[in-house]
Nanobody, 121 residues
Framework: VQLQASGGGLVQAGGSLRLSCAAS????????LGWFRQPPGKEREIVAA????????DYADSVKGRFTISRDNAKNTVYLQMDSLNAEDTAVYYC???????????????WGQGTLVTVSS
């Protein structure tokens, strides 16, 4: 499974962006999905995760109430709606697919190439 993340860019603080991650083949519905990010000079961290059916989600405390993860299994795509962005959200964002425990642990089976989000203050 190849994942292609897109939607990153430069945005002012307080603004919004929507990231997308599309799979190259059908069957993404068989995996839990997650968004991760790596800020400059820091380690990668989980941002949000969603189960195979979308019935359950999980968020890092730093993004709760601002970010929303969703998925469209018919389009083999997972989204991350990011609102009220601030400078601390600046990072390369990655999507990943795997089992629910592995995604939560940050050890997904498949990873996208990353998309850069820069928030100017």
């Amino acid at each position: 499974v190849q994942l292609q993340a897109s939607g990153g860019g430069l945005v002012q603080a307080g603004g919004s962006l929507r990231l997308s991650c599309a799979a190259s083949v059908r069957g993404l519905s068989g995996y839990a999905l997650g968004w991760f990010r790596q800020p400059p000079g820091k380690e990668r961290e989980i941002v949000a995760a969603i189960t195979r059916t979308g019935s359950n989600t999980d968020y890092a405390d730093s993004v709760k109430g601002r970010f929303t993860i969703s998925r469209d299994n018919a389009k083999n795509t997972v989204y991350l709606q990011m609102d009220s962005l601030n400078a601390e959200d600046t990072a390369v964002y990655y999507c990943a697919a795997g089992s629910w425990p592995n995604v939560l642990r940050g050890t997904g089976d498949y990873w996208g190439q990353g998309t850069l989000v820069t928030v100017s203050s």
